[in-house]
Nanobody
Framework: QEQLVESGGGLVQAGGSLRLSCAAS????????MAWFRQASGKEREFVAT????????RYADSVKGRYTISRDNAKNTVYLQMSSLKPEDTAVYYC????????????????WGQGTQVTVSS
């Protein structure tokens, strides 16, 4: 089964940048898609970005479009989330997720999840 290991979370000031990493293992390279979701305190988990391993096709939530970039390094089996122009409202636990299917913005479509990494943006 696919395993995901996240890193890169931390504390950053508003307007700053941060890059999250998600290393994937135990999967086949075919039509897998990866995604980032986030969950702020007291709120439901929400979609951030998703990407196809094979094509690099990406989708973004409106709230992060233009500020976040999702990318992947196939050789390293790693997905990244480059976050810039960070705002306090970006504060959340960020989760990496994977599925044996195409890119999706829906939580229920993903069957493998990372442990989550805290991103805190101070004002």
């Amino acid at each position: 089964q696919e395993q995901l290991v996240e890193s890169g979370g931390g504390l950053v000031q508003a307007g700053g940048s941060l890059r999250l990493s998600c290393a994937a293992s135990g999967r086949t390279l075919s039509t897998y898609a990866m995604a980032w979701f986030r969950q702020a305190s007291g709120k439901e988990r929400e979609f951030v970005a998703t990407i196809s391993w094979s094509t690099g096709f990406a989708r973004y939530a409106d709230s992060v479009k233009g500020r976040y970039t999702i990318s992947r390094d196939n050789a390293k089996n790693t997905v990244y989330l480059q976050m810039s122009s960070l705002k306090p409202e970006d504060t959340a636990v960020y989760y990496c997720a994977g599925r044996n299917g195409g890119p999706s913005s829906q939580v229920y479509n993903y069957d493998t999840w990372g442990q989550g990494t805290q991103v805190t943006v101070s004002s």
